[in-house]
T-cell receptor, first 113, second 112 residues
Framework: GQQLNQSPQSMFIQEGEDVSMNCTSS?????WLWYKQDPGEGPVLLIA?????ELTSNGRLTAQFGITRKDSFLNISASIPSDVGIYFC?????????????FGDGTTLTVKP | DVKVTQSSRYLVKRTGEKVFLECVQD?????MFWYRQDPGLGLRLIYF???????EKGDIPEGYSVSREKKERFSLILESASTNQTSMYLC???????????FGDGTRLSIL
């Protein structure tokens, strides 16, 4: 089946630093999603990308849908302590996978004040 | 806003017990999902339901069953709980047309 490689697995950064994480796939997707999971909570959608090459921002977050449709990245600028959590990428193949997603293993972000 | 509600945030059960985890969504979504989350292993799909009474095995269905008698409710059943089923369980829902999945807050299940 499809697999997503998400990297890095974990990051330890200082408050104010920028963060970058990415996902790559062996096959194409036509939707890329980025979720954040706060400690003890369920994942919450941050950004959805529906078109190859699309660059979308949500506050300090920016995500891009790779041109090849096999990758996506998420950037967080000027990190703050509440950015702590696990970030998941997910790919969907609309119309063929009936709404199922393939998830990366997550990037755990720690921000030191 | 879509709301996916899982009946318990924390649950402690004993080995061999039959355990029910309940999930309810309020957006009339056709699809509902059960995942298991363990450190370093990401989200692993246990079962998926695409309509009432319809289900499909995910990647790790062994030791689990599911029930979907009503559209809004999807239950995960551990027939005979074992210690290796101690985990965080997440429920999600969406429509079949590519909408992102919406997650509940999770149930942290401990089997003693």
């Amino acid at each position: 089946g499809q697999q997503l490689n998400q990297s890095p697995q974990s990051m330890f950064i200082q408050e104010g630093e920028d963060v970058s994480m990415n996902c790559t796939s062996s096959s194409i997707f036509n939707t890329w999603l980025w979720y954040k999971q706060d400690p003890g909570e369920g994942p919450v959608l941050l950004i959805a990308l529906y078109k190859a090459g699309e660059l979308t921002s949500n506050g300090r977050l920016t995500a891009q849908f790779g041109i090849t449709r096999k990758d996506s990245f998420l950037n967080i600028s000027a990190s703050i302590p509440s950015d702590v959590g696990i970030y998941f990428c997910a790919g969907q193949l609309v119309y063929t996978n009936a709404g199922k997603s393939t998830f990366g293993d997550g990037t755990t972000l720690t921000v030191k004040p | 806003d879509v709301k996916v509600t899982q009946s318990s945030r924390y649950l402690v059960k004993r080995t061999g017990e039959k355990v029910f985890l309940e999930c309810v969504q309020d957006m009339d979504h056709e699809n509902m999902f059960w995942y298991r989350q363990d450190p370093g292993l990401g989200l692993r799909l246990i079962y998926f339901s695409y309509d009432v009474k319809m289900k499909e095995k995910g990647d790790i269905p062994e030791g689990y069953s599911v029930s979907r008698e009503k559209k809004e409710r999807f239950s995960l059943i551990l027939e005979s709980a074992s210690t290796n089923q101690t985990s965080m369980y997440l429920c999600a829902s969406n429509t079949p047309g590519g909408e992102p999945q919406h997650f509940g807050d999770g149930t942290r299940l401990s089997i003693l």
